[in-house]
């Protein structure tokens, strides 16, 4: 099991900044993935940026160039920097964790980006 609490949320201009976390209850050192989704309105919930326990990396290609995603293991924690906010990232973001057939997922955090 595996706890999960976002946070970084909030209103932003375009083309502003935001930095998400997510704290995990537990070690992440040898988690299989992280990663970070999203789901706006009407919309499905998709893959923003994942990382593995490896620290490899994966980005969806709408964001790629933009947003980074990292990890302390010592904090526990996940991170998603977005810059260069567009008015289609506004969304509810979630963290969520794979592990060995396992999905956990936090209860997400919205971003609001305006025009």
């Known amino acids: 099991q595996v706890q999960l609490v976002e946070s970084g949320g909030g209103l932003v201009q375009a083309g502003g900044s935001l930095r998400l976390s997510c704290v995990a209850s537990r070690s992440i050192f040898s988690l299989n993935r992280m990663g970070w989704y999203r789901q706006a309105p009407g919309k499905q919930r998709e893959l923003v940026a994942e990382?593995?326990?490896?620290?490899?990396?994966g980005y969806a290609d709408s964001v790629k160039g933009r947003f980074t995603i990292s990890k302390d293991n010592a904090e526990n924690t996940v991170y998603l920097q977005m810059n260069s906010l567009k008015l289609e990232d506004t969304a509810v973001y979630y963290c969520?964790?794979?592990?060995?057939?396992?999905?956990?997922w936090g209860q997400g955090t919205q971003v609001t980006v305006s025009s």
């Open positions: 990382i593995t326990s490896a620290g490899s990396t």
């Open positions: 969520k964790v794979y592990n060995w057939g396992a999905n956990y």
